[in-house]
């Protein structure tokens, strides 16, 4: 059976004109002072989080990469034109469009998902402000909402066709709603809850991070809207619509929902959050059963944050057990090198990494969603591994998404980021799905630095970016120097402000080349184990300085489904070889070790910072948005066991698990000496012998060129 058109094949077909540019710069990053502070950045957290965030504006980025993004997307969000978002609303109601053009992409006068845009849109102005609380982001954003406010007035009184209630607000009529009820598919429709999703939710935020109250007004209605058209339809009716194939496709509706009732108290609204009960895949996921096979990916991801969200208003266990599996079904078994997942928008098999690199892996708004809902789990269960999947995740694909060259008329974010050999990033994608949650990726980058607990005497440090936490209630502000991620050593000082508190630094897992962590200069005790919390617990003073070294190293990750598809990293940092060639390039490293077992013997530095070479290719960190072709795998050949210069001949089996003879070998490096390394050989060798995956000659050679090798360099 052929598979349906993606939807990244419609924009293909229909890709349109962006805007003109207006040049604003951006101010130095600095916390708003605690008289100007917007209302809160989230909805009231719930008893059962353990973990609570901080609002956005009570964090703000230092300098570095992950500021020069945000930057970069801060002049776009000054610069391109709010009549521009409003003309398709305006369009719609009959208003006048002041004579505006649309976006283009997908956002175009006749295109089934428009509005869609301009949901994101509001977020990004939303977030914008919160982070900057420059006041011409804040009438920008008013301007936008006002004119919204107008739309949905205008629709009530004199839609043509008139909605079926006066909280109905969208850039096209109703006929995608009724038609989806009656199970039409895409892309005679386009997935009209999606868009209704990023209309709501940049509501919401408008609301929530710059305080517009004429924001939450608008939702409240298009959330009687949402009840009135869904809370009579049988529950058949509706669990038939959202298998629906991208038509049925909702975004967070589930959460967006909850989070308005969260706001307003109304029933009716947490009544139609469970309306989007997706039960099929519900019911599997919080039995821990996999069918995610074949399944889109972004079409799913957002609704198990929706589902926690319900956890939290319903007590139902089954919906936050259902976001845990689903969590577990895709960071790891489906996921790639830089923590994307999907290959042309699908979920494939799972474990299937090899067998699906090519140039549509990883879809942007997908990695966008699994970072929402691993830190929403966190909230919940402080695990370690949500926040190392959110590292990898917003380090090598989300910060890798922006091209690194200024543009005011479009975004230049990703779409799908492709993992197989030879590919390039395409960048631009005004318009489309992947543009839209492209432009709130890097307007929020300090949301999970830093959490704190519920009873607020704990403080969770997640992520080294450079910034600094103000913390009202608590009277701290405390600055973290960092140059993340191009070295793993940073401080944290309290600045202003005390007392009693435990400080708990993440240890990242890929921290295996030792963790060292002072207080004033004084050595900390304590276990600091890769993939834990290190918590320190002390009354803190101002001027106390905490230093973190989580120093770097090389490491390679294999592909669960082919042991020999290998990608490199660079501590936290994927390293691509730069390449056009479209052919897997073979990669050989035992033979350059010494005794320490270090690819730094294989891997060498090049003259750019956090660049390497390798058999004649240069390897360069993902997360430098540019255009250059790139292998984010290689294929590992060692087919003959040897020791530097001498030679074995023995062929380099696989073992039982999967590895080879020198695969476990060098597992156990460093050796102190020549001799402790000749002890390893000649036991691991009568271990393959016993297991018939060496002759007696076999061993004995191996045994001989372990004597002979000298890898003392």
Known sequence: MSQPPTRRRVLSLTAGAAAAPLLASAPPAQAAPAEAAPAAAVPPAQPAWAVRPFALHEVALGGGVFRDKRDLMLDYARAYPADRILAVFRANAGLDTRGARPPGGWETADGNLRGHYGGHFLTLIAQAYADTREPALKSKLDHLVTALGECQQALADHGNPKPSHPGYLAAYPETQFILLESYTTYPTIWAPYYTCHKIMRG????????????????????????????????????????????????????????????????????????????????????????????????????????????????????????????????????????????????????????????????ETCATYNMLKLSRQLFFRDPDPSYMDYYERGLTNHILASRRDAPSTTGPEVTYFV????????????????????????????????????????????????????????????????????????RTLTFR?????????????????????????????????????????????????????????????????????????????????????????????????????????????????????????????????????????????????????????????????DGRTFLDTLWDQAPFQNHAHFVRTVRTLARRWLSEDLFTRTEHDRVIKAANDADLRR
């Open 203 to 362: 509501l919401l935020d408008a609301h929530t991070l710059a305080g517009n109250q004429q924001a939450l007004t608008i939702a409240a209605k298009m959330g009687d809207w949402v009840h009135s058209r869904l809370g009579g339809l049988p529950k058949a009716q509706l669990e038939r619509m959202w298998s629906i194939y991208i038509a049925g496709e909702y975004g967070g509706m589930n959460e967006v929902m909850t989070d308005l009732y969260a706001l307003t108290g109304r029933e009716e609204h947490l009544a139609a959050a469970r309306c989007f009960d997706n039960t099929t895949l519900l019911d599997a996921c919080a039995e821990n059963r996999d069918i995610l096979e074949g399944k889109h990916a972004n079409q799913h991801i957002p609704q198990f944050t929706g589902y926690l969200r319900l956890s939290d208003h319903t007590g139902e266990e089954r919906y936050a057990a259902a976001a845990r599996n689903f969590w577990g079904m895709v960071a790891g078994p489906r996921t790639y090198a830089l923590g994307g997942t999907g290959q042309g928008e699908m979920f494939r098999a799972r474990g299937a990494i090899a067998a699906t690199l090519d140039d549509k892996n990883a």
């Open 418 to 489: 492709g993992m197989g050999p030879g590919v390039v990033r395409e960048y631009g994608n005004t318009g489309t799905c992947c543009g839209g949650t492209g432009m709130e990726n890097h307007t929020k980058y300090q949301d999970s630095i830093y959490f704190r607990s519920a009873d607020g005497s704990a403080l969770y440090v997640n992520l080294y970016l450079a910034s600094v936490l103000h913390w009202p209630e608590r009277g701290l502000v405390i600055e973290q120097s960092s140059d993340f991620p191009a070295d793993g050593v």
């Open 496 to 656: 202003e402000g005390g007392g009693p508190l435990a400080v708990k630094l993440r240890i990242p897992s890929w921290a295996t080349a030792g963790v060292t962590v002072t207080v004033n200069g004084t050595r900390q005790g304590g276990r600091a184990a890769p993939g834990t919390y290190l918590t320190l617990n002390r009354t803190w003073r101002p001027g106390d300085r905490i230093r973190v070294s989580t120093p770097y190293r090389l490491r390679i990750e294999r592909a669960l489904d082919d042991p020999t598809a290998q990608s490199l990293f660079y501590g936290p940092l994927l390293l691509t070889a730069q390449s056009p060639e479209q052919g897997f390039r073979t990669f050989s490293f035992y033979k350059d070790f010494t005794l320490r077992g270090d690819l730094a013997d294989a891997v060498k530095p090049a003259s750019r910072p956090l660049h390497f070479t390798t058999h004649d290719l240069t390897l360069a960190p993902f997360h430098i948005g540019s255009d250059t072709p790139y292998h984010a795998y290689f294929k590992r050949s060692e087919p003959v066991i040897a020791f530097g210069t001498t030679d074995s001949g023995v062929p380099n089996r696989v073992g039982p």
